[in-house]
C-alpha cells in the first residue's frame, strides 16, 4: 500500500468524519468551530486517488491552560476497512511535523477511550479521568511533545 498524507480542503474531510466519527448524524455535526480559522490545517491519507483517512490541526489551547503554542488534533479517522495499516500514525505524524513546522510545542486531543492505546503509541498520554462526549461518547483528554 503506497500510502500519501497531504493537505486538503476542510469540505474533503467532511465524508470520512461523518462515517467513521458521526455516524447517522446529520453532516452538520461534522463542522468543527476552528476548522476555517487561517491556521488551520487538514491533511488527508490517500492510496492513489482513494482517501481513507483524515485528521485536522488547529492552534488552540487544552481547556483551562492559556498555552499559546499548544494545538489541538481534531477529526482524526481512518475509513474501517484500512484501520490498523498504519494510516492513523502517518496522519498524527503528518500533523506533528505541521505542528512543530508552525512554531507548536504540544499537540493535545480528546481521544476516544477505545483508540487511547493507539494514541499511547504514539507518545500521548492522558491528563485527568475519562469524560463523556455528547454524541460521541467516553473520551479521554491526551497530550503529547512536539
Known amino acids: 500500500m503506497a500510502l500519501v498524507v497531504r493537505s486538503i480542503s476542510v469540505e474533503a474531510t467532511r465524508p470520512i468524519r461523518q462515517q467513521v466519527l458521526r455516524p447517522g448524524q ?3 455535526t461534522t463542522r468543527y468551530p476552528l476548522d476555517q480559522m487561517p491556521e488551520a490545517w487538514h491533511a488527508g491519507a490517500f492510496v492513489g486517488e482513494d482517501l481513507i483517512g483524515i485528521a485536522s490541526v488547529y492552534r488552540e489551547p487544552p481547556p483551562g491552560a492559556a498555552e499559546a503554542d499548544a494545538w489541538r488534533l ?10 490498523g495499516q498504519g494510516v492513523g500514525r502517518a496522519l498524527v505524524e503528518a500533523c506533528v511535523a505541521q505542528v512543530r513546522e508552525q512554531g507548536g510545542t504540544t499537540l493535545w486531543c480528546n481521544g476516544r477511550v477505545s483508540a ?15 469524560f463523556d462526549l455528547p454524541i ?11
Open 136 to 146: 460521541s461518547g467516553p473520551h479521554y483528554l491526551l497530550m503529547r511533545a512536539v
Open 74 to 83: 481534531r477529526g482524526m479517522a481512518v475509513r474501517p476497512e484500512q484501520q
Open 116 to 130: 487511547l492505546a493507539f494514541y499511547e503509541r504514539l507518545g500521548f498520554a492522558p491528563q485527568g479521568e475519562m
Open 26 to 28: 446529520p453532516v452538520e
